[in-house]
T-cell receptor, first 114, second 114 residues
Framework: ETGVTQTPRHLVMGMTNKKSLKCEQH?????MYWYKQSAKKPLELMFV???????ENNSVPSRFSPECPNSSHLFLHLHTLQPEDSALYLC?????????????FGQGTRLTVV | AQSVAQPEDQVNVAEGNPLTVKCTYS??????LFWYVQYPNRGLQFLLK??????LVKGSYGFEAEFNKSQTSFHLKKPSALVSDSALYFC????????????FGSGTRLSIRP
């Protein structure tokens, strides 16, 4: 275990549903990330929070909405998704990004949009 | 902007032979380089990193990587491959200009045959 926990591990949702992915870290890190992993594509950085403030947003569609209520928790709220949004969603955390430390990843949420 | 290239989708090696997984990068500032491994249905696990100092860095499970500034490369190596090394390997980079971003390559699937 890396100290980063994601729930649920698997999620199947319809295109009209609203759901949320949760990520929790107990490592004392102050940066958290959402990545999308699709087959045969590079990991796509979606959002970065540092000290609970969003510092990166890589032109992700508005149907994905992140929330970082504190340095230990990160959510990804999902609504009106498309089938092409089906992927493995990975959460990660690291110490202050300016220290250039490595990120620790959760096991991911396998999302299927039907 | 940062970028990472892993030119090989797949690398096949016989057990006991040396292995190399290639990675090249492009950054505008100083590079901070990482290797991660992903086993099926799992998140990414950190293997090793180059921040500064010796160009040859050693990491987990007997892996090492060599930073080559002139060739902008950071190839992953192991002197003697094990069947259990079979997995998906990702190279990643941060740089000074955008420390909050960790950008990943597309991954290389390493297959070790007995």
């Amino acid at each position: 275990e890396t100290g980063v926990t994601q729930t649920p591990r698997h999620l199947v949702m319809g295109m009209t549903n609203k759901k949320s992915l949760k990520c929790e870290q107990h490592l004392g890190h102050n940066a958290m990330y959402w990545y999308k992993q699709s087959a045969k594509k590079p990991l796509e950085l979606m959002f970065v929070y540092s000290l609970e403030e969003r510092v990166e947003n890589n032109s992700v569609p508005s149907r994905f909405s992140p929330e970082c209520p504190n340095s230990s928790h990160l959510f990804l709220h999902l609504h009106t998704l498309q089938p092409e949004d089906s992927a493995l969603y990975l959460c990660a955390s690291s110490q202050d990004p300016r220290l250039h430390t490595e990120a620790f990843f959760g096991q991911g949420t396998r999302l299927t949009v039907v | 902007a940062q970028s990472v290239a892993q030119p090989e989708d797949q690398v096949n090696v016989a057990e006991g032979n040396p292995l190399t997984v290639k990675c090249t990068y492009s950054v505008s500032g100083n590079p901070y380089l990482f290797w991660y491994v992903q086993y099926p249905n799992r998140g990414l696990q950190f293997l090793l990193k180059y921040i500064t100092g010796d160009n040859l860095v050693k990491g987990s499970y007997g892996f090492e990587a060599e930073f080559n500034k002139s060739q902008t490369s950071f190839h992953l190596k192991k002197p003697s491959a094990l069947v259990s090394d079979s997995a998906l390997y990702f190279c990643a980079v941060r740089d000074d200009s955008s420390a909050s971003k960790i950008i990943f390559g597309s991954g290389t699937r390493l297959s070790i045959r007995p």
